[in-house]
Nanobody
């Protein structure tokens, strides 16, 4: 059974950092592009970052460039999103996606 489970969200002050994890099961993430999306209250879900299959090239939405880094550990079958210099506008539910599947999301709140 294909499953994606996110973790690592929480409450953080502006300027702080969080690392989100996405544990995949039921398939090997190696051959697939994996991504992180987010959805803020009252807004549509938006792409945050993707990491491609074998090459591992990364794509970021402009608003997170230089602050967020997507990575993956194929041996652990896990995708990460390192988020630094967090801003209140980064507050959202963050979702992992791959192989046309979605995780349940993890909440990130950036507030003082």
């Amino acid at each position: 059974q294909v499953q994606l489970v996110e973790s690592g969200g929480g409450l953080v002050q502006p300027g702080g950092s969080l690392r989100l994890s996405c544990q995949a099961s039921g398939f090997n993430i190696g051959p697939y592009t994996m991504g992180w999306y987010r959805q803020a209250p009252g807004k549509e879900r938006e792409l945050v970052a993707t990491i491609s299959d074998s090459i591992g090239s990364e794509v970021y939405v402009d608003s997170v460039k230089g602050r967020f880094t997507i990575s993956r550990d194929v041996a652990k079958n896990t995708v990460y999103l390192q988020m630094n210099y967090l801003k209140p506008e980064d507050t959202a539910v963050y979702y992992c996606t791959g192989l046309t599947r979605w995780g349940q999301g993890t909440q990130v709140v950036v507030s003082s």
